[in-house]
């Protein structure tokens, strides 16, 4: 099967610009979740999707972000405007709805690098 | 609240040598964790998983970790590095019907020949 596909694997913008992120979670995988790594440090939770809906965005830094998934199949993470402290890696990641957490296990994407002038 | 510890952010070693990437967690609640790999330019790979029962782990790539939880430990070990190692190791715990994981900083593992 396809993994998790994300698009752009790396975006180049100016401070104020918008960027649009996509992931592709693997085929009938209800949960999407959204992750960003900041220079170096934790892979911190973003936002977690249950097919169209929002189940937690906990994580979302202010409202320049926004994340949808209309469907309940692709998503996307719009960052307008962009600041120099977006810059990271996005990560996308998906599994199947059913089962607890310990055997839910998050298939990840391969990330989306931004990087904000 | 959940917190996840790596200790190192970058580890050496031989060729052949035992791995040992440290990794201590803090959970009110009984916790799950894993270890996850990172290629260089792919995604995040898991490496293996603790939920309940037995302690010791194994994984794939010949990689274990044992659950203590008197240490609030889940380290994870290799007996003989390969080369084809190299890369970054992340630890994270998840809880209950939590589905968001809490991810440590990150180790990288250099091999060296």
């Known amino acids: 099967e396809a993994g998790v596909t994300q698009f752009p694997s790396h975006s180049v913008i100016e401070k104020g610009q918008t960027v649009t992120l996509r992931c592709d979670p693997i085929?009938?995988?209800?949960?999407l979740y959204w992750y960003r790594r900041v220079m170096g440090k934790e892979i911190k939770f973003l936002l977690h999707f249950v097919k169209e809906s929002k189940q937690d965005e906990s994580g979302m830094p202010n409202n320049r972000f926004l994340a949808e998934r209309t469907g309940g199949t692709y998503s996307t993470l719009k960052v307008q405007p962009a600041e120099l402290e977006d810059s990271g890696v996005y990560f996308c990641a998906s599994s199947p709805l059913r089962g607890g957490v310990g055997a839910n296990v998050l298939t990840f994407g391969a990330g989306s690098r931004l990087t904000v002038l | 609240a959940q917190s996840v510890t790596q200790l190192g952010s970058h580890v050496s070693v031989s060729e052949g040598a035992l791995v040992l990437l440290r990794c201590n967690y803090s959970?009110?609640?009984?916790?799950?964790l894993f270890w996850y790999v990172q290629y260089p330019n792919q995604g995040l790979q898991l490496l293996l998983k603790?939920?309940?029962?037995?302690?010791l782990v194994k994984g794939i790539n010949g990689f274990e970790a044992e659950f203590k939880k008197s240490e609030t430990s889940f380290h994870l070990t290799k007996p003989s590095a390969h080369m084809s190692d190299a890369a970054e190791y992340f630890c994270a715990v998840g809880s209950g019907s939590a589905r968001q994981l809490t991810f440590g900083s990150g180790t990288q593992l250099t091999v060296l020949p």
């Open positions: 959970s009110s609640v009984p916790p799950y």
């Open positions: 085929s009938g995988h209800d949960n």
């Open positions: 603790y939920t309940t029962g037995a302690t």
